[in-house]
């Protein structure tokens, strides 16, 4: 069966600090992948989604960027945080080519001070 | 560009009662899907039920069924025989597919459901 990671679960961070959120898929090949973000009482906003490795489709050009070494690997990353970057970060899979459902990791909860 | 509009921030309803979520939706893409979720306090997204533009059949799933109208461009959510444990966030999502085999999925705002007993 198919199982997707994420984490860390929870991160609180300074301003201008780095950041890395990993996702990792197991039990399945080539698939979509996804970053979402999620602001306190909101909807989802499609940050990343990629369909291979090396392959990223950026949806909103800010000061995060997404990066997949390997096929199953998917990695958040900022050079220096905002508080604007604070939320609860979904990584998400979903079969190549497939119109199906998504499948969602148990999410990651930045707190930007 | 696609997109997905839930105008109901929040809904109430009576324990027992069915309760309809609002969804609509623009895509010039001939081909699409339509989701929900349900997103508890917890924060973790349930899959509920899903909806392919070729279709012909609305889904359903227990107690919950994807009244799809086309021409209308909506997708809403009815929830039979509410329960308590229905009160959640619920999403509205769809996805299509770009030249290249890009799949973006793209979500609405949500509708936070209370049950009340």
């Known amino acids: ?39 306190a009482g909101r909807g989802l906003q499609l940050l990343f989604y990629s369909v ?19 096929d199953r690997q998917f990695i958040l990353s900022s050079k220096k945080l905002l508080l604007s970057d604070s939320g609860f970060y979904l990584c998400a899979w979903r079969r190549f080519l497939n119109t199906g459902e998504l499948f969602f990791g148990e999410g990651s909860r930045l707190t930007v001070l | 560009a696609q997109k997905i509009t839930q105008t109901q921030p929040g809904m109430f309803v009576q324990e027992k009662e069915a309760v309809t979520l609002d969804c609509t939706y ?21 899959f509920l039920i899903y909806q392919g533009s070729y279709d012909q059949q609305n889904a359903t799933e227990g107690r919950y069924s994807l009244n799809f109208q086309k021409a209308r461009k909506s997708a809403n959510l009815v929830i039979s025989a509410s329960q308590l444990g229905d009160s959640a966030m619920y999403f509205c999502a769809m996805s299509s597919s770009i030249s290249g085999g890009y799949q973006k999925v793209t979500f609405g705002t949500g509708t936070k459901l209370q049950v009340i007993p």
């Open chain 1, 1 to 39: 069966s198919q199982t997707i990671h994420q984490w860390p679960a929870t991160l609180v961070q300074p301003v201008g600090s780095p950041l890395s959120l990993e996702c990792t898929v197991e039990g399945t090949s080539n698939p979509n992948l996804y970053w979402y973000r999620q602001a």
């Open chain 1, 52 to 70: 291979g490795i090396g392959q990223i489709s950026s949806e909103v050009p800010q000061n995060l960027s997404a990066s997949r070494p390997q």
């Open chain 2, 26 to 46: 623009d895509t010039s893409d001939p081909s699409y899907g339509l989701f929900w979720y349900k997103q508890p306090s917890s924060g973790e997204m349930i």
